[in-house]
């Protein structure tokens, strides 16, 4: 009787071929934001760690997910942030999230790990990496406004939003050190 269920016509033959517990097919995405206008304003500069991106205005979304940097667990990393002008200088406001468990959002405790009064130029901040982030490459995403920012997944007129991505690396790195009977004789 089992397997008359799933020969083809039977009862339960369309779960032989079923996504089931699989998930589905569906891949994960992080949710869509962008400025509509970057006629006034843009993020001109982007850096951490290796990171050290400048741009000119990217029609109000830049994916350079292709950008990575190394970070560490524990440890503190400067965050330098620009924003790029037509011609008047505007405020403008920051705001900085990073997927510290590379769950596809950044509505966690703790992802969003920066938000700026209003500046008119260059802004630096600290941001420590925390020892419970998962490990492997994840999502940062930097926001500029004209105003307050609300949300990591916000569409607004005047300003830019910029994604990068994070290699976080565990805590701790192994040296390797070789006797000085070695080091003398490779010299």
Known sequence: RMQ????????????KTSNGCSGGTATPQYCAASATSTQYEWISNVKIGTI???TASNGGY??????????????????????????TVYS??????????????????GELVYTSAAVTGLNTVSI??????????TRMRV???????????EAYTYGE????????????????????SLVAASI
Request: hydrophobic fraction near 35%.
């Open 4 to 15: 008359a269920l799933f020969v083809s016509g039977g009862f339960r033959a369309s779960l």
């Open 52 to 54: 050290n991106n400048t």
């Open 62 to 87: 830049g994916n350079f997910t292709n950008l990575s940097s190394n970070v560490t667990k524990g440890t503190a990393y400067i965050i330098s942030l620009k924003p790029g002008f037509a011609s």
């Open 92 to 109: 403008e406001y920051f705001r900085v999230y990073i997927d510290y468990n590379a769950d596809y959002d950044f509505v966690d405790a």
């Open 128 to 137: 420590t990496i925390p020892t419970t982030a998962i490990t492997g490459s």
């Open 143 to 153: 926001m500029m406004k004209d105003a307050a920012l609300t949300g990591p997944c």
């Open 161 to 180: 939003v910029e994604d990068y991505t994070l290699n976080i690396q565990a805590s701790g790195t192994a040296t390797c050190n070789q006797p000085a």
